[in-house]
T-cell receptor, first 113, second 113 residues
């Protein structure tokens, strides 16, 4: 998982609480994204960014906010946590200039009770 | 939209060969990825196909037929460490979408001694 750091790795939240999942990369990749993974459903895209200052919605954006003020950081905010947001979250980056490899962070396990 | 299908689970014996099929129906196509994911870990890149044909990388090979909307991942000389989930993903064809991937649900491969 070269150069993609996610924090925290584990988190338990109460319904209605807010929190931010952090993602940082040191590879100067333009493209960053957030996925959630639920059993039997593969990874689903939440939000993505093609560069600093630019973000867009993916397949399942409701309940999440993102911002991209720098190339390095792409935080994911849960505004008011719900049990349906219990999932594993992966941040991913891609160097769109030189290849097709996507690098994933180690994942963040979130439980909402 | 994108729809990607792959079998849920497969079992094979150590030393044998296993073929994991992936079919896709998409509004466009800009490449297909295969990822390996061990339980509790992030996906790791295995292969990328954008043109028809077979790509070989050691014990792993990936095949693509764009006209049939079909790909497979072939794992040869299976080892116990190959027990993992294998994820098929198709890349969005629209450049502005920033390399979005749509994932299938994953195929869990269990290698038995």
């Amino acid at each position: 998982n070269a150069g993609v750091t996610q924090t925290p790795k584990f988190q338990v939240l109460k319904t209605g609480q807010s929190m931010t999942l952090q993602c940082a990369q040191d590879m100067n990749h333009e493209y960053m994204s957030w996925y959630r993974q639920d059993p039997g459903m593969g990874l689903r895209l939440i939000h993505y960014s093609v560069g600093a200052g630019i973000t867009d919605q993916g397949e399942v954006p409701n309940g999440y906010n993102v911002s991209r003020s720098t190339t390095e950081d792409f935080p994911l905010r849960l505004l008011s946590a719900a049990p349906s947001q219990t999932s594993v979250y992966f941040c991913a980056t891609m160097d769109t200039r030189s290849g097709n490899t996507i690098y994933f962070g180690e994942g963040s396990w979130l439980t909402v009770v | 939209g994108q729809n990607i299908d792959q079998p849920t689970e497969m079992t094979a014996t150590e030393g044998a060969i296993v073929q994991i099929n992936c079919t896709y129906q998409t509004s466009g196509f800009n490449g297909l990825f295969w990822y390996q994911q061990h339980a509790g870990e992030a996906p790791t890149f295995l292969s990328y196909n954008v043109l028809d044909g077979l790509e070989e990388k050691g014990r792993f090979s990936s095949f693509l037929s764009r006209s049939k909307g079909y790909s497979y991942l072939l794992l040869k000389e299976l080892q116990m460490k190959d027990s993992a989930s294998y994820l098929c993903a198709v890349r969005d064809p629209i450049k502005a979408a920033g390399n979005k991937l749509t994932f299938g649900g994953g195929t869990r491969v269990l290698v038995k001694p």
